[in-house]
Nanobody, 123 residues
Framework: QLQLVESGGGLVQAGGSLRLSCVAS????????MSWFRQAPGKGREFVAA????????RYADSVKGRFTISRDYAKNTAYLQMNSLTPEATAVYYC????????????????WGQGTQVTVSS
């Protein structure tokens, strides 16, 4: 089993930055991929960024390329999402997801999810 806890959300002005953290616990030695998804009010869940845990490969949604960076710290079993140049369109609940076999853009491939952290970008 894996447990995921996100933190770092909050209120920021447009153009600002936030760094989200996702701490994994439990069988962290089995993590293959971790990703960030988001869900805005009234919309479906949207892929943001993905990381292959051991290889360090990354993928990003076109809407965040060049502004968001996903990374990990093995020693802390933590994944991060650095978000720069934020726009009001980034307002959403951000979820961390992990899986023992998958990584990538498809949310159905992830077995473990955090509770989410709210990001609000004011104009």
């Amino acid at each position: 089993q894996l447990q995921l806890v996100e933190s770092g959300g909050g209120l920021v002005q447009a153009g600002g930055s936030l760094r989200l953290s996702c701490v994994a616990s439990g069988r962290t030695d089995t993590i293959h991929g971790m990703s960030w998804f988001r869900q805005a009010p009234g919309k479906g869940r949207e892929f943001v960024a993905a990381l292959s845990w051991s290889g360090g490969l990354t993928r990003y949604a076109d809407s965040v390329k060049g502004r968001f960076t996903i990374s990990r710290d093995y020693a802390k079993n933590t994944a991060y999402l650095q978000m720069n140049s934020l726009t009001p369109e980034a307002t959403a609940v951000y979820y961390c997801a992990a899986d023992r076999a998958a990584w990538g853009m498809v949310d159905q491939n992830y077995s473990y999810w955090g509770q989410g952290t709210q990001v609000t970008v004011s104009s």
